[in-house]
């Protein structure tokens, strides 16, 4: 990573710190919201200060293709990534949903193989190592006693690594965080479209009666893990390889795992902290092998 352009660096590093947080703040959101509106409204309320803040700066609104684009990434990414996520921290610890979206990385090898760029050898045992990691982890309490959580889980990794490769692969948003903008809206509209046809509902009663640490949770969504995380992600993904911007995914879980315990009351088993070394180890393999790191 000493080689790494200095802003290149600092994104990825923001993305490391501030997404294993994001976890533990939908959990604590959750108690006051439901989660797909709380979510949806989340990247609603951020894709719009960030499109009318780069709009009062003068940047150019982005073309029809371009929305077309940018609402396929960010409702593959956001939509479907995200709002997964956040059904299965109805059931599912936060610090247990962080370790299983590590093997995000592995998804990233598959999905990139079918745009033609196979994994190497060492990636395939990598990817054989992390799913086996991840058996172990879906057998454990935390995940055996929520089938649905789980799925909901595996949907979020695919749909996030799907979007990403897509993003970097074939699709082309507005630039810079004009093109954030647009994802963050397209996201965040379906989220909350598929959320009224769930059924959830926010009311005046339902947001007088949320609890202050709920509020400052989503705040926190929205400012934090949406402006700025989101934006240092795909700031870090158009710059290096899919190997690299997927390596969140082995920090996050250490952060999450973290709050989770010291400030959520969660408990991990044996098994699971097992199933979280298995799962690091794999994606180690996948990221930390001697390759070009940065696009030219």
């Not at 660096?9 to 709380?38: K, Q």
Request: hydrophobic residues 55%.
């Amino acid at each position: 990573m000493r080689h790494l352009p200095r802003f290149v660096l600092l994104a990825l590093l923001t993305v490391y710190l501030v997404w294993g947080s994001t976890y533990f703040a939908i959990r604590i959101g959750l108690e006051s919201f439901p989660p797909l509106l709380m979510i949806g409204l989340r990247f609603l309320v951020a894709g719009i200060l960030l499109f009318g803040v780069m709009k009062w700066r003068g940047a150019p609104v982005p073309t029809p293709v371009q929305w077309r684009d940018g609402g396929i990434v960010g409702m593959l990414l956001l939509g479907g990534g995200t709002g997964f996520v956040a059904i299965a921290e109805q059931t599912v610890a936060s610090g247990l949903t962080a370790v299983f979206i590590a093997i995000t990385p592995l998804l990233f090898a598959l999905w990139s193989g079918c745009f033609g760029h196979w994994p190497t050898r060492r990636e395939w045992i990598g990817i054989g190592v992390g799913f086996a990691g991840v058996l172990l982890l879906a057998s454990g309490a935390g995940l055996s006693g929520s089938p649905l959580g789980a799925l909901a889980l595996l949907a979020a990794v695919t749909c996030w690594s799907f979007g990403s490769v897509l993003s970097q692969r074939k699709l082309k948003m507005a630039p810079g965080p004009m093109g954030f903008a647009s994802e963050m809206i397209a996201g965040g509209l379906l989220l909350v479209v598929v959320g009224l046809l769930r059924g959830e509902t926010l009311n005046a009663a339902m947001l007088a009666g949320a609890s202050w640490r709920a509020w400052l949770a989503w705040s926190y969504l929205v400012t934090i893990g949406s402006l700025v995380g989101f934006s240092a992600y795909m700031y870090t993904l158009a710059r290096v390889s899919p190997a690299l911007a997927s390596s969140y995914a082995y920090v996050n879980p250490v952060i999450a795992v973290a709050l989770g315990v010291l400030f959520g009351d969660e408990i991990v088993s044996t098994r699971e902290m097992l199933a979280m070394v298995v799962i690091l180890a794999s994606v180690m393999l996948l990221t930390l092998m001697p390759r070009k790191a940065v696009a030219a």
